[in-house]
């Protein structure tokens, strides 16, 4: 049996914090590019804070690949 993985989607999801959520609050930003670079992600981290005037504490980027058995 062999397994071809394909790339499905993937996602940006951002932790940002505020006076109101000291510890942050996560926020998922969908469709993003299968090889999103790490510039690209602090581009869009540092865009987010200018726009929402909060801080980001954290950065996940959450890949989904799609696994398809053929026999």
Known sequence: MQMVR?????????????????KGV????NNAT???TN????????AIEMLTAEKCL???IIVT???ALNK
């Open 6 to 22: 394909n790339f499905k989607s993937a996602k940006i999801q951002l932790t940002l914090t505020n006076s109101d959520h000291p």
């Open 26 to 29: 996560k926020h998922p930003f």
């Open 65 to 67: 690949d799609q696994v």
């Open 58 to 60: 954290d950065v996940d």
């Open 34 to 36: 299968e090889n999103i």
């Open 39 to 46: 510039e690209q992600v602090a581009r869009f981290s540092t």
